[in-house]
């Protein structure tokens, strides 16, 4: 999708937005680390928190994760950066995001083939260049950057610039 179809779709209605953005392949590279006592790392973007920043007075930004086992290792990352993580499984998306879309627009970055019913439902979606082709296909913006390398951060750019061009969504 191009980035003026990007700012018809934002053209506010009304609604808050609201920006959900999936942790695992997105906020993240994808990789867990693991040792026999299981999961203990993932790895983070360094830019995203700081671009987060340009548009949280503006819209309201959500984590998401289904990864239980990894939950505490992403709710960190994500308090520290100043926000709360919510465990949502892959399958109770897409009923998520309809539930947020009766008094918000809703905004979704996800990157994996079980988003791709929560990428449609969203008003607008994102996935980072990496993403699974299933993903790729029922978002509306394909980005550029991988997960964790700046995708959060790129669609925070789009969004900023749109939210100085018309100074509110």
Same mark, same amino acid.
Request: with cysteine; glycine share 8%.
């Given at each position: 999708?191009?980035?003026?179809?990007?700012?018809?779709?934002?053209i506010?209605?009304?609604k808050?937005?609201?920006? !959900?953005c999936?942790?695992?392949? #997105?906020?993240?590279?994808?990789?867990?680390?693991?040792?026999e =006592?299981?999961k203990?790392?993932?790895?983070?973007?360094?830019?995203? *928190?700081?671009?987060?920043?340009?548009?949280? =007075?503006?819209?309201? !930004? #959500?984590? !998401?994760?289904?990864?239980?086992?990894?939950?505490?290792? =992403?709710?960190?990352r #994500?308090?520290?950066?100043?926000f709360?993580?919510?465990? #949502?499984? =892959?399958q109770?998306?897409?009923?998520?995001?309809?539930? @947020?879309?009766t008094?918000?627009?809703?905004i979704?970055i996800?990157?994996?083939?079980?988003?791709?019913?929560?990428l /449609?439902? *969203?008003?607008?979606?994102f996935?980072?260049?990496?993403a699974?082709?299933? *993903?790729?296909?029922a978002?509306?913006?394909?980005?550029?950057a991988?997960?964790g390398e700046?995708?959060?951060?790129? @669609? /925070?750019?789009?969004?900023n610039k749109?939210?100085?061009?018309n100074?509110?969504?």
């Amino acid at each position: 999708m191009k980035l003026a179809r990007i700012k018809r779709k934002l053209i506010a209605t009304g609604k808050k937005w609201v920006m !959900i953005c999936d942790v695992d392949g #997105v906020l993240t590279d994808g990789t867990f680390s693991y040792t026999e =006592s299981g999961k203990f790392t993932k790895t983070f973007g360094p830019h995203d *928190a700081d671009a987060l920043k340009l548009i949280k =007075s503006e819209i309201e !930004i #959500v984590f !998401i994760s289904a990864d239980k086992r990894g939950f505490g290792i =992403s709710q960190k990352r #994500v308090q520290d950066m100043g926000f709360e993580l919510e465990l #949502v499984s =892959s399958q109770d998306r897409k009923k998520y995001i309809s539930t @947020v879309k009766t008094n918000k627009r809703v905004i979704f970055i996800g990157d994996s083939f079980t988003d791709e019913l929560a990428l /449609c439902e *969203a008003d607008l979606s994102f996935t980072p260049a990496n993403a699974h082709l299933i *993903a790729k296909k029922a978002s509306n913006y394909i980005l550029k950057a991988k997960g964790g390398e700046g995708a959060v951060s790129e @669609v /925070c750019f789009l969004l900023n610039k749109y939210l100085k061009e018309n100074s509110q969504l």
